[in-house]
């Protein structure tokens, strides 16, 4: 619990319970925090006894994700305990992590003192006290492998043997209509070794994003289609695509091959 106190007295973010007060009265010590109203979203799947819709499930480990890359840019804190028991969820949407007590310092190695964090949601790393960014990336997506399909993942220290059904099973195989998006961030961020996980939260995080439209290029399209439109209205013989048998000048014809090449130019160009 002083370690708890002592991060969250350095810690302010809308999806960080807040503390409020520490005190030890009659040998024993105490955190005062929020008051969270919800359930924790391994209650949430568990109660359900479903997996989280993949919007809502996103939604979530999105909110955390962000309180995450607060602590690791701003303050150079690692949470290293995220697991869905972790992560409570209020009626309104908002997700909040809370238990603070395995915090470190950003650094190569830190003792966890008491416990490693949840077996099933615990990188490789964390048993040898690691503090860096990328124990949270596993156990953030570990959380996000458990809401979208209700399953608890395969640890990585199982995994790390290669003995049985020890892999990990692609969370699509267990949700056929998961998005590949979705699929292929959850299993980058819980890669065995760290080195092969994004380098930050922020950029893990981008993997979770709808890649955004490109309206700019349909705006060129339609450009260039009215441009062609207007062209072949003014030609004296009309469209060429329902040319009938006409006299055509032979003026007329080397300038319109002229400029539909021009045309087509411009559109193999375009990416």
């Known amino acids: 619990l002083q370690n708890e106190a002592k991060s969250l007295k350095q810690l302010s973010h809308p999806n960080i319970v807040k503390f409020w007060d520490d005190f030890e009265e009659n040998g024993t010590y105490g955190i005062v925090l929020d008051f969270i109203e919800g359930e924790t979203l391994y ?9 989280l819709p993949e919007a809502e499930a996103v939604g979530y480990i999105q909110q955390i994700g962000k309180a995450l890359t607060y602590m690791h840019q701003n303050k150079g804190k690692v949470h290293r305990d995220t697991h869905p028991s972790n992560i409570m969820v209020r009626s309104d949407g908002n997700a909040i992590l809370i238990d603070f007590g395995l915090v470190a310092d950003v650094a190569i190695v830190t003792p966890t003192y008491m416990h490693h964090g949840h077996q099933n949601f615990a ?6 006290g690691s503090a860096k960014p990328s124990v949270d990336i596993y156990t953030l997506a570990a959380a ?44 980058k961020g819980m890669e065995i070794k760290a080195k092969d996980r994004p380098k ?26 009215a441009v062609f439109t207007l062209i072949t209205n003014t030609l004296p013989w009309g469209n060429p695509l329902a040319l009938q048998q006409k006299t055509i000048p032979w003026g007329w014809l ?9 045309i087509g130019a411009i559109l193999a160009a375009l990416p």
């Open 43 to 51: 209650s949430l799947v568990k109660s359900g006894e479903q997996p």
């Open 200 to 225: 930050t939260m922020a950029l893990w995080l981008e993997l979770l994003e709808t890649p955004p439209t490109k309206p700019e290029l349909d705006s060129a399209s339609h450009t260039l289609q």
């Open 254 to 262: 080397v300038w319109s091959a002229t400029l539909y090449l021009s």
């Open 123 to 128: 990188p490789l790393e964390q048993k040898e």
């Open 144 to 187: 996000l492998y458990f809401a979208v399909t209700g399953e608890i993942p395969v640890s990585a220290i199982d995994r790390q043997k290669e003995i049985g059904e020890s892999h990990l099973t692609p969370p699509q195989e267990l949700v056929p209509h998961l998005s590949d998006r979705i699929d292929t961030a959850i299993l």
